[in-house]
Structures are given as C-alpha cells and as structure tokens.
C-alpha cells in the first residue's frame, strides 16, 4: 500500500499538473506513448535512433523522450500515484531501484507478454535478468549492466617494472602491486604516483566485502547487525581503509570528497595505477586509449586468496511498464524494443554500459581491438546482484555506508565499533512500519 501525504510540496502539485495533460493527447490517429529515463546528451541521441526505429514499424505511434536528471524515483512514482504514468520507465538496481516498484506491484509483469511479443529471454544474461524476476513475474526487459572492474595504467605498470597480473590475482597481490607504484619519482618527500584509489561510494567497495565472505544484510534482507559488523565484513573494510592509513597508496586528495573526474585525470596522466570502476568509465577515457596517450587493461576484482573464488556486484538497468498505462501490450512491446539486440547494438558503439543480451556482447568483445571487453565478460560471470535489486528501502541504507569509511579514516574510529553502530542505524531504518518483504 502507498501512503501520500495530505500535505504535498509545491514541487510534488507541480510534477503532477506538468505530467496530467501529457497522457491525454491521443487522437483518432496518433497514439501518444512517453518513455522516462535518464540520459546525457550522447545517450539521447542514441536513443532516439532506437524509438525511431520503433516508429519506422508502428506509424500509428507517437514517442515522448523524457530524460530526467534530478529526483527520477520521485517523480516517477508521483506520476504513477496520480494517474498519469509514462508507459516505459527505465529502472535500475541502485539508485533508481526496481525494488519499491515491484513490491508495491506498480509494475506490469510483462512475462504475461512473452510469447505475444517473441521475446526470448534467454537470450539475455541469467545473473541480469534475475535481477528484474521475482517468483512468477519479470517486472522490466534488461537493457544493460555494468560489473565492477580493475583498470590499470599500463604505461606506469612498465615505467616501474611491475608485470601485469593475470585474473587469478589475490588481494595480497593487489596491495604488493599497490606499493610498488606509490613512489616519490623527484626525491621531496612526497609521492608523485600512488598505486589505487579508495572511494567511500558504498556500490564500489560492496563485492571486496563477498570477497571477504562477508555481507552487509542478512539473507532476508531484513537486519544488519550481524553481518554488516561480522568479523568478514570488518576485514574487507580494514583491508581498503588501510590502503589510505597504513599503506598509503592512495593519493589524500582521493577521500577527501574531490570531484570525482579527478580520478580520471590522474589515471591518464600515469599519477594513479589501478582504479576500480564499471564499464560506464570507457566513453570519458576511450578517446586517449585510441590516440595512443595511454595504455590501458582491465582486470577483474582480485580474489581474496587463491582458495577464493572470483566475485563482483552487477548493477542493471531495465525496461518497465507502469501498471496504470492506458496501453499496456504497446507500452510492453516498445519496452521489449528498447531491450532488444537491435537497440542493444546501437548504445554499444556509445559503451556506457555493458549489453544484456550475452551475443551482443560476445560480438562486441570479438572485435575490441584492445581486448578490453574480455575482462568485463569473465566478470559478467562471477557477478552477483547487489542489495537494491531486492531492498525497498535500499536508497535510505545505502546513504549510510559512506560514513564508515569517513569515520575510520578521517576520525580514526575502530572498524567494529563503527560498524556495529552503522548496523543498528539501518536496523532501524528495516524495521520501519511501512516496510515490505524481499525476494532476495
């Protein structure tokens, strides 16, 4: 059940008065059909080649592209809540998760639609698709995803004599690597390259705590005291945090809260040597790799020892269909457009996002010249969902995380003191009257 305030903000009445009329402009001829997503001026473009290839099928068919920058979840599900949807929604298992969505059951499940659209889903990646499946239902077509990676600086690797390693790589080796790339080069005492960053963003540091054998929830989802404050958990933290306060192979400026693109800047310019990131980091750096500035290489997340096993977090973007769409099998069958090979194939040349459809991207991976995409294919293998995919209330634990890394590193607090208490906070946060169950 959803509750609404009877007292709604001016932005809330506005967002309902502007998006109303917009569902109501169908004529004898034309239908409208209006499409939310969120979306950067390349991607748009890219998108609008994939609607007009819709349109080119359906004559009778008129598409509105939103993208929406700021408060998508809120605005999205205004829109449902009064009345006036947009018939495709893009969906993801993080910021924007599905997760509330499906639980609140505003969605269509568009496996009842299977067969009437052709759509075959097992063409798609398994470990993508679960991520939108719940027990008896598919609540959104998957459009792409991204696991989590290593992209190392080969450039520096040669200056320092420091071999690549292959994919069986161990957390040992990371930090033996780490430290043979922090060096003071000029003699003043300070470093002038460091070996890795060390961001406090919750969905980058989440697979080094499977790694660990740890986890953040419990397997219902429902508690983190226990797991979040487990001795395996603890250790993938104190394993990262000491990167900074130990070893120091990260570079100050890096958890100090800098602008993000400085990352980037001081990977191409050889200053950092590893940096852990998703596919979505090849668009802002593929220009250089092509002009011959910097070499690069991908590595998977190292394993937490040789006996351990491979692991990664996948994050997912997907196509839904609200349940209160005036035209429910149009709306499913543009969102099955928008998934489909076809489409898939188009953003690839963008390379935001990793495809879902698994021979979209094996083609994409046959003809990488650089033998990038080989790396993002055996980690498409090892990866688990992350928390969002299930947790409806995920965005409001999430937001918590950060703070443990500020605290220990910053502030110098003992990792289990501040995970223990971290956990009872989102203890709190789970254990909410309005909360509902996961399907994790």
């Not at 169908?26 to 001026?41: E, H, N």
């Not at 002009?291 to 351990?308: H, I, N, W």
Request: hydrophobic content about 45%; glycine content about 6%.
């Amino acid at each position: 059940m959803i509750r609404i305030r009877r007292h709604r903000s001016p932005l809330a009445i506005a967002i309902v008065i502007a998006i109303v009329p917009a569902c109501t402009r169908d004529t004898a001829d034309v239908t409208v059909l209006r499409v939310m997503a969120w979306a950067g001026p390349a991607e748009r473009a890219i998108e609008q080649r994939i609607l007009d290839a819709f349109r080119a099928r359906h004559p009778e068919v008129s598409i509105e592209y939103e993208s929406i920058i700021s408060n998508y979840r809120e605005r999205l599900l205004t829109s449902i809540v009064a009345g006036s949807p947009p018939d495709v929604a893009l969906l993801d298992n993080g910021s924007y998760g599905a997760a509330p969505f499906i639980a609140r059951d505003l969605l269509v499940n568009v496996a009842a639609y299977l067969e009437r659209i052709d759509v075959d889903t097992s063409a798609y990646y398994p470990e993508v698709l679960q991520i939108f499946r719940r027990p008896g239902g598919l609540y959104a077509f998957p459009k792409d995803f991204n696991p989590i990676v290593v992209y190392c600086n080969l450039d520096l690797f040669d200056e320092v004599g420091v071999p690549l390693p292959g994919r069986d790589w161990t957390w040992s080796d990371f930090l033996s690597i780490a430290e043979r790339l922090t060096r003071d080069v000029d003699g003043d005492g300070r470093n002038d390259t460091y070996g890795t960053l060390v961001r406090r963003v919750f969905y980058l540091w989440q697979p080094w705590v499977w790694a660990a054998g740890g986890d953040v929830l419990s397997p219902d989802g429902r508690r983190a005291s226990g797991y979040l404050d487990s001795p395996e958990t603890g250790s993938a933290i104190r394993f990262l945090t000491d990167l900074v306060t130990v070893h120091e192979v990260v570079p100050s400026v890096d958890v100090q809260r800098l602008p993000t693109g400085i990352e980037r800047n001081y990977f191409l310019t050889g200053r950092i040597g590893m940096v852990t990131s998703g596919h979505w980091w090849l668009p802002s750096i593929r220009r250089y790799i092509d002009e011959g500035k910097v070499r690069v290489a991908v590595l998977p997340l190292p394993r937490y020892d040789q006996d351990s096993e491979p692991i990664t977090v996948l994050y997912a973007a997907g196509w839904a269909v609200p349940h209160n769409t005036r035209h429910k099998k149009l709306a499913v069958e543009l969102a099955a457009h928008l998934s489909s090979a076809e489409a898939q194939r188009m953003r690839a040349e963008y390379g935001l996002a990793i495809p879902a459809i698994r021979a979209v991207h094996e083609d994409l991976a046959a003809s990488d010249p650089y033998g990038l995409e080989d790396a993002f294919l055996f980690a498409a293998r090892h990866g688990r969902m992350s928390w969002g995919s299930t947790v409806e209330e995920w965005a409001q634990v999430e937001v918590q995380m950060p703070d443990i890394f500020d605290r220990v590193i910053f502030a110098g607090q003992p990792v289990d003191e501040v995970t223990a208490d971290i956990a009872r906070r989102i203890d709190a946060i789970l254990a909410s009257p309005s909360r509902g169950g996961t399907d994790r």
